[in-house]
C-alpha cells in the first residue's frame, strides 16, 4: 500500500483530496496546523517537518495544498511583514515540504509530486499580488523540479485551479471573488471533488509521462 501526504489537509482541497486517494487504496496522512489532521506542524517549520518525516516513515505520494490567500488591497498598501507571510506560506512551505519528503521518494525510485498554484499566477488577480506572485513561484518551482526529477522516477506537477468553493476563500473579499469568478465561462465556482480527480490522477500510476507540467481546472478561465 502507497502512502500519501496532504499538507493542509484538514480542510477544503486537501481535505476532498484525502478523501478521493483514500479512495484508491492509498494510506492518508494529513498534515495541518489545525486540529483535525492527523498531525499538526507548520509547513514554515524546517524542523518540525523532519520530525513529521521520522515519525511517519517513507511517503509516496506528496501533495502540497496548504496555502493562505494573504492581503487582498493594492500592491502600495500592502504591509511587508503580510507580503513575506504569504511567500512563507505559499511558496516557502511548498519548498520546505519538498526538499524534506523528496530525496527519500528519489531513493526509493517511485513518487508522485503535485503543487497546488492557481489561475491568479498565470492572469494575475488585482488586489491579490502577493497570493498571485507566490503562487506564481510555485508554478515556476515545479517545472525546475519537475526537470530535476525526469529520470528518477518521481514526478512533479502543478495544478492550476480558478476559484474553488473553499473554507480558505471566506477570507476572500465579496469584490475579489465576484470578479474572480466573472471571469469563469462555466459561470460557476469549481467544487472540491473536481480539483481532487485531477490531483488522484496526478498522484497515480495512471500518469506517467508528464513532469514540470501545469494542468489548468478552471472552468475555461485558462487562457495558456
Known amino acids: 500500500m502507497r502512502t500519501a501526504l496532504i499538507t493542509g489537509g484538514a480542510s477544503g482541497l486537501g481535505k476532498a483530496t484525502a478523501a478521493r486517494i483514500e479512495a484508491d487504496g492509498v494510506k492518508v496522512i494529513t498534515l495541518d496546523t489545525s486540529d483535525g489532521a492527523d498531525i499538526i506542524c507548520d509547513v514554515t517549520d524546517p524542523a518540525g517537518l523532519r520530525a513529521a518525516a521520522d515519525e511517519v516513515g517513507p511517503v509516496d505520494i506528496l501533495v502540497n495544498s496548504a496555502g493562505v490567500v494573504g492581503p487582498q488591497v493594492p500592491l502600495w498598501e500592502i504591509p511587508l511583514d503580510a507580503w513575506r507571510s504569504t511567500f512563507e506560506v505559499n511558496v516557502h512551505g511548498t519548498f520546505n515540504v519538498c526538499r524534506t519528503f523528496i530525496p527519500a521518494m528519489r531513493e526509493r525510485g517511485w513518487g508522485r509530486v503535485v503543487n497546488i498554484a492557481s489561475m491568479a499566477a498565470k492572469d494575475g488577480n488585482p488586489n491579490m499580488s502577493p497570493y498571485s506572485a507566490s503562487k506564481g513561484a510555485v508554478i515556476a518551482l515545479t517545472k525546475s523540479l519537475g526537470k530535476e526529477l525526469a529520470t528518477s522516477g518521481v514526478l512533479a506537477n502543478v495544478i ?58 478552471s472552468g475555461g478561465r485558462a487562457t495558456y
Open 160 to 217: 492550476a485551479p480558478a476559484v474553488i468553493e473553499t473554507p480558505m476563500n471566506a477570507s476572500t473579499s465579496p469584490d475579489a471573488l465576484a470578479h474572480i469568478k466573472s471571469l469563469i465561462p462555466m459561470g460557476r465556482v469549481g467544487r472540491p471533488e473536481e480539483v481532487a480527480e485531477l490531483i488522484a490522477w496526478l498522484a497515480s500510476d495512471r500518469m506517467s509521462f508528464s513532469t514540470g507540467a501545469v494542468y489548468d481546472i
